[in-house]
């Protein structure tokens, strides 16, 4: 096809739009991602990678937009390399999302094991990175995909984490310790032993804080897990006080 | 599949290596080449000292191989890298026993909220001592007897004076901590720490400690950081008590406010700069060290022969 038929059916589409059912797609979709961003939480369904502008949408993130979307999706390993020999091992992944058996949008992921991620010392051998790679590269698909299907590639980024293991190695410098998304279990446990002040049953612990402070220990963020210790630890000092009050202490 | 890293010359921009030798991975570093080689490319290397093997604990350090090298990277060497081990002092082994006598008490007053009886601690304390003398270095005219007298009523003395207030939360709390950017993380190991975020170390000394000692206390450092990394909040605050062995024993006690982030982010650079160094293999003696000396240092003959 010549450059000027080519333009000439490019108009043609464009021709073809209705302007104003542009505008209330694109009021649709600007509402959309309101919602997600309102649903979505930091540190758990996405995460600012420091020296990046945009939240990167991880896993989990991933996975509530598809519920809300009623999305479902297939994987499909459409490239791998396996070769035992060297500890070399690569998988491409294509992710389809669909709905209603409908084919909607599809995304593709790569991971390697000679990713700068995979080749630390900390890591335990290529061999037995295989599957950890095939799962990275699952996950990129499915990231790509769900960025594309809800045009939310302007609120989002695809993981920002490779992106900064691609970078060339730095001189020393000041390191950050990372924090997971999750309650640790070392909140957990603190949590659970302060609460022991008020409820001496361990037993009964995790349902004690659930009903006085709202919070499921086994579901809660990192987040909500220090601002649950700090609420005990402030309970706890104003018992204290009033005791001492009472004479009690 | 163990790997392991070896530092060996590089010919024609690439490592000298023997063929039979397989390299997994390679960093080229001037005329020098970091090599990753698998378990049987080492064997190879190790049997024929054919290069320098690179022994950093990758996957972490802990605090106190941080403190060990800030002390006499040369000590480092003997302890951690050779594996040698000397005979602890009677005052080393004084500290670990009255450590492991408050641990005893605090493990049980987590859940019971109540302190265990003097006697029990004492006896605690006694047992661990007697199990420790057989492999404890003692000065000349040093009776361990009479040092085991001075420990139990140092012991009775602390759940006096010093137990009755804390209310521990954490005891011997692990932390291991992944460092953005590092290949290894940071461990370590916090004594106490109570209801409202209170870190407590005990320490047992002859000599009364400085007001300000606990201000710069770079352990205090590490403990504030692994708080903060577990629990997710700032520590309320630092408390040393210090045991002081006097002839009427005494305790000593010194509080700090919370860490500021500065000091955080300071004890950080060190560690990631004190693991380079360790990981280029950097080990001199610190002799500027008070305790570069034969009575401090039990590496003193092992350094005098073998660093030439």
Request: proline fraction near 5%; include cysteine.
């Amino acid at each position: 096809m010549s450059e000027i038929q080519k333009s000439a059916s490019t108009m043609g589409v464009i021709d073809g739009v209705d302007v104003h059912q542009v505008q209330a797609t694109i009021q649709k979709i600007a509402n959309f991602q309101a919602i997600v961003q309102k649903t979505l939480k930091d540190g758990h369904d996405y995460g600012v990678i420091p020296g990046t502008e945009k939240p990167t949408l991880l896993k989990p993130g991933a996975e509530k937009i598809l519920m809300l979307l009623g999305l479902t999706s297939e994987f499909e390993v459409t490239e791998r390399v396996q070769d035992y020999d060297k500890g070399f091992f690569a998988f491409t992944v294509k992710c389809v999302l669909s709905r209603g058996g409908l084919k909607i949008t599809e995304g593709v992921g790569h991971a390697n094991t000679r990713e700068k991620r995979y080749t630390s010392s900390r890591q335990p051998d290529p061999f037995s990175l295989a599957n950890t790679v095939l799962k990275m590269a699952k996950k990129r698909a499915q990231v790509d995909a769900v960025l594309t299907v809800a045009s939310l590639s302007d609120v989002f980024t695809q993981d920002l984490e490779d992106i900064a293991d691609n970078t060339p190695s730095a001189p020393p410098r000041t390191p950050k310790p990372t924090s997971g998304a999750g309650m640790s279990d070392a909140q957990r446990n603190f949590a659970l032993r302060l609460a022991g002040h008020f409820e001496k049953d361990e037993s009964k612990r995790p349902e004690w804080i659930a009903v006085r402070y709202g919070v499921d220990i086994m579901d809660a963020t990192k987040a909500e897990g220090s601002k649950l210790i700090e609420q005990l630890q402030a309970d706890i000092a104003a018992d204290k006080e009033a005791k001492k009050q009472e004479g009690l202490l | 599949m163990a790997l392991s890293r070896f530092l060996v010359p590089v010919k024609d921009g690439k490592p000298d290596l023997p063929k039979t030798v397989k390299v997994v991975d390679v960093d080229l570093r001037g005329n020098v080449a970091e090599v990753v080689v698998d378990a049987k490319g080492a064997k190879y290397l190790r049997g024929r000292r054919y290069a320098r093997e690179i022994t950093l604990p990758r996957r972490h350090i802990s605090v106190s191989q941080v403190n060990t090298y800030l002390r006499c990277p040369l000590q480092y060497f003997w302890r951690y890298e050779e594996g040698l081990k000397v005979p602890p002092s009677s005052a080393i082994t004084f500290g670990t026993v009255t450590h492991r006598a408050i641990e005893h008490n605090y493990k049980h007053k987590v859940e019971a909220r109540e302190d265990l009886p003097v006697p029990e601690i004492q006896e605690v304390w006694a047992d661990e001592w007697d199990k420790r003398v057989p492999e404890t270095q003692f000065e000349e005219g040093e009776k361990p007897g009479e040092v085991k007298d001075e420990g139990v009523r140092i012991a009775a003395l602390y759940m006096k004076e010093v137990a009755p207030s804390v209310q521990p939360v954490i005891v011997e709390g692990e932390f291991d901590i992944s460092l953005e950017g590092m290949d290894y993380t940071l461990k370590g190991i916090v004594d106490v720490v109570d209801e409202q975020s209170l870190i407590h170390d005990t320490k047992t000394s002859k000599r009364t400690p400085s007001e300000d000692s606990i201000q710069h206390d770079l352990q205090m450092t590490m403990y504030a950081l692994g708080h903060r990394t577990l629990l997710g909040i700032e520590e309320s605050g630092l408390r040393m008590d210090y045991l002081i062995r006097t002839k009427i024993p005494k305790t000593v006690s010194l509080a700090a406010p919370p860490r500021q982030q500065k000091d955080i982010d300071r004890l950080l650079k060190l560690v990631s700069y004190v693991a380079r160094a360790i990981r280029d293999q950097l080990f001199y003696p610190n002799v500027h060290n008070f305790m570069c000396h034969p009575r401090s240092c039990g590496y003193w003959t092992i350094c005098q022969e073998r660093w030439k």
